[in-house]
């Protein structure tokens, strides 16, 4: 087991003071249980302590856990995981060997982020994931906003939102082409000097180094359309702007 887990594993006997100790200490809000001989007996939250506390038990009382737990297998498929993650009362999941011991923990945020970022599926050996980056991948724009749904190395996906009366830019990119497809809505798409109405359903391909821009023609109805992103380089850097509604040339 990793030194890294010494922040969220204890023992059994562990009073409810230093359990809240170590939780503040490592801001999961949850601590493993593991034996001496560091097998997972059971798994206690933040939320369970403070029930503890409530119904009278001292700070020096010995914690009182959930032995009826989810833990998954090293060697488990992915598919389980997905379906472990599927209840709402699940958040993490810690990861054991055949012989129940720990060897990894996965989150249902990591889990999450594995997927956004197209991560090879493997329980042994997890990559360090921030948390966080999820609270952030819907990003505002002064003509709406974007989802994230992919962020892989050759390949990124969003869905796009562009707000009534409202444009992207007139830009090219020199390291991606561009796929989109009208989810919902209708507008107009400026590619080099052709001017296209598009509305559900219409496939548009940008290819690298070609001027475009989509406008929100409807003065009522949000204009949504996925775009897949294929290249080598998908910064903000690579965006080359000639004409833009919010001054951003």
Excluded at 14 to 28: C, G, S
Excluded at 52 to 73: E, H, M, P, T
Excluded at 163 to 173: A, Y
Aim: glycine share 4%; aromatic share 10%; charged share 30%.
């Amino acid at each position: 087991m990793e030194n890294g887990y010494k922040e969220i594993t204890i023992k059994d006997k562990t009073t409810i003071l230093e359990a809240l100790k170590l939780i503040d200490k490592n801001k999961k809000s949850f601590l493993i249980i593991v034996n001496n001989e560091k097998i997972v007996m059971g798994l206690i939250t933040e939320g369970e302590i403070r029930r503890q506390i409530i119904k009278g038990d001292s700070l020096n009382a010995v914690i009182s856990y959930n032995r009826n737990f989810k833990s998954i297998n090293m060697n488990e498929s992915f598919t389980n995981l997905f379906e472990y993650f599927k209840s709402e009362k699940i958040n993490f999941i810690p990861v054991i060997n055949d012989d129940q011991h720990l060897i990894n923990i996965i989150s249902k945020k990591q889990f999450h982020l594995m997927l956004l970022k197209d991560i090879d599926y493997d329980l042994k050996k997890l990559p360090y994931l921030n948390e966080n980056e999820l609270d952030y991948e819907i990003f505002p724009r002064p003509w709406g906003f974007y989802k994230s749904t992919l962020l892989a190395k050759h390949v990124q996906s969003k869905i796009i939102t562009v707000f009534p009366q409202e444009e992207l830019s007139l830009q090219k990119h020199k390291r991606r082409e561009e796929h989109w497809i009208i989810i919902k809505g209708e507008g107009k798409i400026v590619l080099e000097e052709t001017i296209l109405n598009v509305e559900q359903g219409r496939y548009i391909y940008i290819p690298k180094g070609c001027k475009h821009k989509v406008i929100n023609s409807s003065e009522k109805e949000n204009l949504i359309f996925a775009e897949v992103q294929l290249g080598d380089y998908f910064g903000e850097d690579d965006i080359i702007r000639y004409e833009d509604k919010y001054g951003r040339v």
